[in-house]
């Protein structure tokens, strides 16, 4: 059995009640239920979650609550996986015979099923314990510099300081949208970043809502994406 659990407290701080504010007219986790949904490889749509008003909204958008989120596991300090090793065990008191987890945060409004479909076959094909989106810096990161307290600016790597950006290695980091994972790799307790395979997406579809600023930002690419969408449909 494939679950998807979505792990989302109330208790947001640098934008308050991020995930369930409205987001170009929904709130901000119906994204993620929706991308989990649409992809068509999960048995069931979790959310784990501390807050009545999140559960409530994650049923009206059709995921399942089945449990609710412990206070020691809701606070600012708490990492994914214990979250995610909790709501396994949960569902599998349930009698659910969970074999594969996929981790979506509520705060993906550019997440395309298509990339839950490929990472798992990626993780699937190469028989990897995890596997998860990946994008490319914007600018090379052997080239990155630091700001002296006078502000003047020096090479971190000096030894690439000279060479040409096309013949550095390319360097990615993480989108920060989904880990799947098998239920034993989750159990374990290894991070992703150490074990998994990583899916490239475009820069433009990994978007960090940290700010308002963020916020607006991502606003503006969903609307891109969706007009690019009805271009498209309409040719």
């Not at 409205?22 to 069931?44: E, N, R, T, V």
């Not at 015979?97 to 979506?104: G, L, M, Q, T």
């Not at 995890?130 to 810096?137: M, P, R, S």
């Not at 970043?193 to 820069?203: A, F, N």
Request: proline residues 7%; contains cysteine; negative net charge.
């Amino acid at each position: 059995m494939k679950i998807a659990v979505i792990p989302a407290r109330g208790g947001s701080k640098r934008i308050p009640r991020k995930n369930i504010k409205s987001f170009a007219g929904q709130p901000m986790i119906a994204y993620a239920i929706k991308a989990a949904q649409a992809c068509g490889l999960f048995d069931h749509v979790v959310v784990s979650t501390d807050d009545a008003e999140i559960a409530a909204i994650a049923r009206e958008y059709g995921a399942e609550v089945p449990f609710m989120r412990p206070p020691e596991l809701s606070d600012d300090y708490v990492a994914t996986i214990p979250v995610i090793d909790h709501a396994i065990r949960a569902c599998q008191a349930l009698g659910w015979d969970v074999s594969h987890v996929c981790c979506i945060y509520p705060g993906v409004p550019l997440l395309q099923a298509d990339d839950l479909r490929a990472a798992f076959a990626l993780m699937d094909e190469a028989n990897a314990p995890y596997a998860f989106t990946v994008t490319g810096f914007p600018a090379a990161v052997q080239r990155a510099m630091r700001r002296l307290p006078d502000g003047g600016m020096e090479s971190i790597y000096p030894q690439y300081a000279a060479t040409r950006t096309q013949d550095l290695e390319p360097a990615y980091f993480d989108a920060g949208q989904f880990y799947w994972g098998t239920a034993e790799a989750w159990f374990s307790g290894v991070s992703p970043h150490k074990s998994g395979k990583g899916l490239v997406i475009p820069e433009s579809r990994a978007v960090d809502i940290d700010t308002l600023q963020d916020w607006e930002r991502a606003e503006l690419l969903y609307q891109v994406m969706q007009n690019g969408a009805a271009g498209r449909q309409a040719v």
